[in-house]
Antibody, heavy 125, light 112 residues
């Protein structure tokens, strides 16, 4: 069974770039069945989809964040990463990486059936 | 963006009793392929969200059959036939029809 684990700094200064990595174990991110996603949850609030990536580099982003977000994948290390530039306090959240099994639904943005434990990123000086 | 609205936001339930959560979408979630792109997730205390239901009415792997999902194009329901103590958590609906996928505000289920 695939497992996902987020890693990265827990504290980022305003205006800097947030960088997180998701390490996938128990399977390859090159599987043709899955897209890989980042989803965040501000403290005490609901869930917000950030973006998805396929192992070949195809990406899809939330339009509200697209100008500041980059998602990339490294098949050699079985990891995918999130970069959010020019962060503010509003970017403080628990960041989750997740897997979307698009063969179950025919879409790349549903059926998030495996999630990391999440990592809290605080934006503060 | 498609707006997802859940009710109630808080749901106290006696163990063994049924529970129902409603979710409405600002646009129909019915695709031309006849699938309804509506997922249900539960976030138990201190945990990551986990998938319960996909495509409106399909239980995810390992989900007990006391959970069921139903709905039309814009109105959806998650039902728990007999609530157990382990069902405590926040339940979210999510639409996957249009980018970006969007979540409801969440319904907090608690045990009376």
């Amino acid at each position: 069974q695939m497992q996902l684990q987020e890693s990265g700094p827990g504290l980022v200064k305003p205006s800097e770039t947030l960088s997180l990595t998701c390490t996938v174990s128990g399977g390859a991110i090159t599987s043709s069945s899955f897209y890989w996603a980042w989803i965040r949850q501000p403290p005490g609030k609901g869930l917000e989809w950030i973006g998805n990536i396929y192992y070949n580099g195809n990406t899809f982003y939330n339009p509200s964040l697209k100008s500041r977000v980059t998602v990339s994948a490294d098949t050699s290390t079985n990891q995918f990463s999130l970069y959010v530039s020019s962060v503010t306090a509003a970017d403080t959240a628990v960041y989750y990486c997740a897997r979307s099994d698009f063969q179950k639904t025919g879409t790349i943005q549903a059926h998030f059936d495996s999630w990391g434990q999440g990592t809290l990123v605080t934006v503060s000086s | 963006d498609i707006v997802m609205t859940q009710s109630p936001l808080s749901l106290p339930v006696t163990p063994g009793e049924p529970a129902s959560i409603s979710c409405s979408s600002s646009q129909s979630l019915l695709h031309t392929n006849r699938y309804k792109y509506l997922d249900w997730y539960v976030q138990k205390p201190g945990q990551s969200p986990q998938l319960l239901i996909y495509l409106c009415s399909n239980r995810a792997s390992g989900v007990p059959d006391r959970f069921s999902g139903s709905g039309s194009g814009t109105e959806f329901t998650l039902k728990i036939s007999r609530v157990e103590a382990e069902d405590v958590g926040v339940y979210y609906c999510m639409q996957g029809l249009q980018t970006p996928p969007t979540f409801g505000q969440g319904t907090k289920l608690e045990i009376k």
